[in-house]
């Protein structure tokens, strides 16, 4: 029996198969078989539409491959196979990162296979708790300007809460933890700037009043960190921060879902659309993430 591995942002999570080598014939059959969604057209490598990269899961295992002229003949044409490629597959029997679904045949070999999905299809939205679903109260700014010093606050709240979470992990000898916060910190600093920008007209810090305050006392996007353990894992901090993603996106969300003010519901809208991309990034790196952590206890 042979494991593939389907992964793509089109999916929730990776799916793993089990396909008895050459019984179901190629990559594009085996997921056809299990209602994978690896784009295709033609099926007869033509399009390219199928187009996909394999990893064997085992670099010790070396099988003879079967890359076929229309095959090299597509993937060249993508600009996805290089000339030393092509000489390996031909002399040394080292298959391409990338191939062709309808092209490549399952053999006896454990194999992740990840495609982008069909991008012609409409991105999900995250998931609405049950709470940001019917909740109809929060903050109700008053104008376009509030509303803007509002997200203003936010992504500066997120950018100095990951940079302290950074400073925590990488003084307790936490690296990986604390290069992962620095990057997410350097990400809020660039969705503030984008706030900023939109906000140059208007007065970007606006004060609030002391009895405006929000949920838990803290601004959507802060963590429910436990700042200074060194034990987190990279997967507990990416846990952590997708909740104050989906916080900030249901934030948004409820303010366009609640305005009155149809330019306060444009603005929301924009700021749901990036939430819903922020949301969508750290699904993956989780899924990723979890992936690894399964190969390597496997």
């Given at each position: 029996m042979t494991n593939v591995t389907f992964s793509s942002p089109s999916m929730a999570r990776d799916v793993t198969v089990y396909a008895v080598a050459g019984d179901r014939g190629t990559i594009l059959g085996v997921a056809k078989a299990h209602k994978i969604p690896i784009p295709f057209d033609c099926q007869d490598g033509e399009c390219g539409s199928c187009l996909v990269e394999v990893k064997t899961l085992d670099p010790t295992r070396k099988t003879t491959?079967?890359?076929?002229?229309?095959?090299?003949?597509?993937l060249r044409q993508l600009g996805k196979i290089t000339r030393e490629e092509i000489h390996d597959a031909e002399v040394n029997?080292?298959?391409?990162?990338?191939?062709?679904?309808?092209?490549?045949?399952?053999?006896?070999?454990?194999?992740?296979?990840?495609?982008?999905?069909?991008?012609t299809l409409p991105a999900q939205a995250p998931h609405l708790s049950t709470a940001a679903k019917i909740y109809k109260g929060g903050l109700k700014p008053a104008s376009v300007d509030e509303f803007l010093s509002l997200a203003i606050k936010v992504e500066e709240d997120a950018a100095i809460?990951?940079?302290?979470?950074?400073k925590a992990m990488a003084a307790v000898g936490n690296d990986a933890v604390a290069k992962l916060f620095a990057q997410l910190a350097g990400f809020s600093r660039l969705h503030l700037a984008e706030a900023q920008k939109r906000a140059a007209a208007v007065d970007a810090h606006v004060q609030l009043p002391p009895d405006?305050?929000?949920p838990d006392h803290v601004?959507?996007?802060r963590t429910d960190l436990w700042v200074g353990?060194?034990?987190?894992?990279?997967?507990?901090?990416?846990?952590?921060a997708l909740r104050g993603e989906k916080r900030?996106?249901?934030?948004?969300?409820?303010?366009?879902g609640t305005a009155t003010d149809p330019d306060i519901v444009a603005a929301a809208k924009e700021f749901v659309h990036e939430e819903a991309e922020h949301v969508k990034v750290l699904e993956a790196w989780i899924t990723r993430e979890e992936w690894d952590l399964r190969h390597q206890a496997a």
């Amino acid at each position: 029996m042979t494991n593939v591995t389907f992964s793509s942002p089109s999916m929730a999570r990776d799916v793993t198969v089990y396909a008895v080598a050459g019984d179901r014939g190629t990559i594009l059959g085996v997921a056809k078989a299990h209602k994978i969604p690896i784009p295709f057209d033609c099926q007869d490598g033509e399009c390219g539409s199928c187009l996909v990269e394999v990893k064997t899961l085992d670099p010790t295992r070396k099988t003879t491959i079967a890359l076929t002229e229309k095959e090299k003949e597509g993937l060249r044409q993508l600009g996805k196979i290089t000339r030393e490629e092509i000489h390996d597959a031909e002399v040394n029997d080292i298959a391409p990162r990338h191939r062709l679904a309808c092209q490549c045949f399952v053999r006896n070999e454990d194999i992740l296979v990840s495609f982008q999905g069909d991008e012609t299809l409409p991105a999900q939205a995250p998931h609405l708790s049950t709470a940001a679903k019917i909740y109809k109260g929060g903050l109700k700014p008053a104008s376009v300007d509030e509303f803007l010093s509002l997200a203003i606050k936010v992504e500066e709240d997120a950018a100095i809460h990951f940079d302290e979470l950074a400073k925590a992990m990488a003084a307790v000898g936490n690296d990986a933890v604390a290069k992962l916060f620095a990057q997410l910190a350097g990400f809020s600093r660039l969705h503030l700037a984008e706030a900023q920008k939109r906000a140059a007209a208007v007065d970007a810090h606006v004060q609030l009043p002391p009895d405006y305050v929000w949920p838990d006392h803290v601004t959507p996007e802060r963590t429910d960190l436990w700042v200074g353990d060194p034990a987190m894992s990279r997967l507990d901090a990416l846990r952590a921060a997708l909740r104050g993603e989906k916080r900030g996106y249901e934030f948004y969300y409820s303010m366009a879902g609640t305005a009155t003010d149809p330019d306060i519901v444009a603005a929301a809208k924009e700021f749901v659309h990036e939430e819903a991309e922020h949301v969508k990034v750290l699904e993956a790196w989780i899924t990723r993430e979890e992936w690894d952590l399964r190969h390597q206890a496997a």
